[in-house]
């Protein structure tokens, strides 16, 4: 669980925390838990709402005209104003792949998030596809459709990088 | 299904797996096409096999308990 979220965020302090938040959902919710469902699959699928929910609001901080309403300068509201064009890669990707050990993992970070839960949940955790459209609350068919996408677009960074 | 038809997304992963049955299999001696896809396929399944996992720092256990609430006898809870 920690690695999907470590992955999804990739940043391991902020991952920690949202992996602490997940565990005291689990456990003060722990009522709520159907056993109908897949007790590491419920975990899933807190933690990947979890990462998800962090990921929008920092999208939405990005992509303010006017930069992030937290920002207190106006340096800090112009680094978060709106950025336009194809996502590039930044010296803290760079930073984040190293740590995260690499090429594929720069790769899975260029993903989508839906995708890279996804494909995570396929490929680390070792899901079927349907227990990941169990966890994520998906039709089966948009999973697979993720899966094949995002693996189309593995492929092309990593033969990109190859080049 | 007939051998000529081109391996589908779901029929590559399954070779890569080493599960595709052998009749489709038999397809990809004949397909230079396929050939070069499910090795494609095969190399990023590779790839994402290696991933390694990763675990939160000593003290992770102690740091989420420290924040549950705990029923008590009386109906409450204690955190």
Avoid at chain 2, 6 to 25: I, Y
Wanted: hydrophobic share 40%; aromatic share 8%; glycine share 4%.
């Amino acid at each position: 669980m920690f690695s999907l979220i470590y992955r999804m965020v990739r940043d391991r302090a902020l991952a920690e925390d949202l992996a602490q938040e997940t565990f005291v959902k689990v456990l003060n919710g722990i009522r709520s838990y159907r056993p109908e469902f897949k007790f590491s699959s419920w975990i899933f699928k807190i933690a990947n709402n979890a990462a998800i929910d962090h990921l929008r609001r920092k999208e939405l901080d990005t992509l303010s005209l006017d930069g992030s309403p937290l920002a207190a300068t106006p340096d800090e509201s112009e680094a978060t104003a709106l950025q336009v064009g194809a996502r590039q890669e930044s010296p803290l990707d760079e930073v984040e792949a190293r740590e995260l050990g690499g090429a594929i993992e720069r790769a899975i970070g260029r993903l989508r998030p839906e995708y890279r839960a996804c494909i995570l949940l396929r490929h680390v955790e070792g899901y079927s596809y349907e227990e990941i459209a169990r966890t994520l609350d998906l039709p089966l068919g948009t999973v697979k459709t993720y899966i094949h996408r995002a693996r189309n677009e593995l492929r092309h960074y990593l033969e990109d990088r190859r080049e | 299904m007939a051998t000529d038809l081109h391996l589908t997304p779901d029929e590559l992963e399954l070779w890569a797996q080493g599960l595709l049955s052998a009749g489709r299999t038999m397809h990809l001696a004949d397909c230079a096409e396929c050939r070069v896809a499910a090795e494609r396929e095969r190399k990023l399944f590779l790839e994402l096999a290696q991933l390694p996992r990763f675990a939160p720092e000593a003290g992770f256990v102690d740091r989420v308990l420290a924040k549950v609430r705990i029923p008590t006898p009386s109906g409450d809870y204690r955190v």
